[in-house]
């Protein structure tokens, strides 16, 4: 993956991240603000105004059928109901009540209230009643079911509205609620989605990269690899560094003589013993065939004396195979590597020092 493709990654994560935080918070204040209004539409002094102006009724109605009951004289249990009735009457006048009337109800209230101080003169007076003041309570009790009915039936159909309206408000809730919470779990499993094959294409990017950059046969750099090397910021930071090409002798014949099989185990050899004679900050590259670079992270003289240690070190190897042991011997040129130059040129003169080696190997070797 290159470094633009990465910060595109990570900018459609973020982006992702910001919109999916977006949906919650305006999901939440809607939320809120529906929870508010739905407060709004059931707050405890409406329910406690109908439930009165019910009951207001309810007394009136209660204190009539018992009045039908009394004959001539008004004892203590009447006196009760009418208490009862007196002071219910009386939350009329509370603000609750008041603000649930109808707008043309008028003085509604206080009609109610001359009418309960009426029927309390009579209720109060003699306890003996006579018919006149019977009549008189059924009168009065007559007018104020009729005052207060209309304001009643008004105050029960706008609390059935006000019911309606709060289960349409709450019906719009929860399809809002369900519509945010589907576009975001649709966005979630697109980002997951994302995210995942994000993930697994970087995977299989770091596997093809690898591939590409290492040589299947050895596991050294390859010439992709040692490229991304040359372009790595640690590499032209380093201002001392130094070019080696390192050429297996004699890989021609060990293939026509035993075969191509051999040769890849005297190659895999080859780059074992290179890879243990520099340090970890060093580059082992394979290039092709039996031809290895090498980048070594120091000045040309200690390099030389790497590469003459590395080359001891192939003295001391012996290829074995089922029949026979093949001694292994390499050639190898070095040259630094001016930063203010092509580093091609360093390998090239490198690799004539490496060929001037090979050439004397093979002068001795005929000797």
Not at 230 to 241: G, I, M, P, Y
Not at 325 to 342: A, C, H, K, N, W
């Amino acid at each position: 993956m290159t470094w633009n493709a990465s910060r595109e990654l990570k900018f459609v994560s973020v982006a992702l991240a910001i919109t999916m935080a977006s949906l919650l918070i305006v999901f939440l204040l809607k939320v809120r603000l529906l929870t508010q209004e739905a407060t709004t539409l059931t707050r405890p002094d409406k329910d406690q105004a109908v439930w009165t102006a019910t009951q207001i009724q309810y007394e009136l109605v209660a204190f009539e059928s018992h009045l039908k009951d009394v004959t001539d004289r008004l004892d203590a249990d009447t006196a009760l109901r009418f208490d009862m009735l007196y002071s219910r009457v009386a939350q009329a006048q509370e603000t609750n009540v008041i603000s649930l009337l109808p707008p043309d109800a008028g003085d509604v209230s206080r009609q109610m209230i001359g009418i309960r101080d009426e029927m309390a003169a009579v209720i109060d007076g003699d306890p003996v009643i006579d018919p006149q003041d019977r009549a008189t309570l059924f009168r009065l009790l007559d007018e104020a079911r009729t005052i207060w009915a209309p304001s009643l039936n008004h105050i029960l159909h706008a609390a059935r509205q006000e019911r309606i309206a709060l289960r349409l408000r709450a019906g719009d809730v929860i399809a809002s609620a369900r519509n945010y919470f589907l576009v975001s779990l649709a966005l979630l499993i697109a980002a997951a989605l994302f995210l995942s094959v994000s993930i697994l294409w970087r995977s299989r990017a770091r596997r093809f990269r690898r591939m590409v950059e290492h040589d299947a046969l050895t596991g050294c750099l390859s010439r992709y690899g040692l490229d991304a090397v040359f372009a790595s910021e640690v590499f032209r930071a380093t201002e001392t560094k130094t070019a080696a090409v390192v050429d297996l002798n004699g890989l021609k014949q060990i293939n026509d003589t035993y075969g191509h099989a051999v040769g890849d185990l005297a190659i895999q050899a080859a780059a074992r013993t290179l890879k243990d004679a520099v340090r970890d900050s060093d580059y082992v590259a394979r290039i092709g065939g039996d031809e290895f670079w090498l980048v070594l992270m120091t000045d040309s003289a200690t390099a030389q004396s790497v590469m003459e240690r590395a080359a001891q070190a192939f003295s001391q190897v012996r290829l074995q195979t089922d029949t026979v042991t093949i001694p292994l011997s390499v050639s190898f040129g070095v040259f630094p590597i001016d930063p203010r130059s092509d580093i091609a040129a360093a390998f090239d003169a490198a690799d004539k020092g490496m060929y001037r080696q090979k050439s004397a190997f093979y002068r001795a070797a005929r000797n």
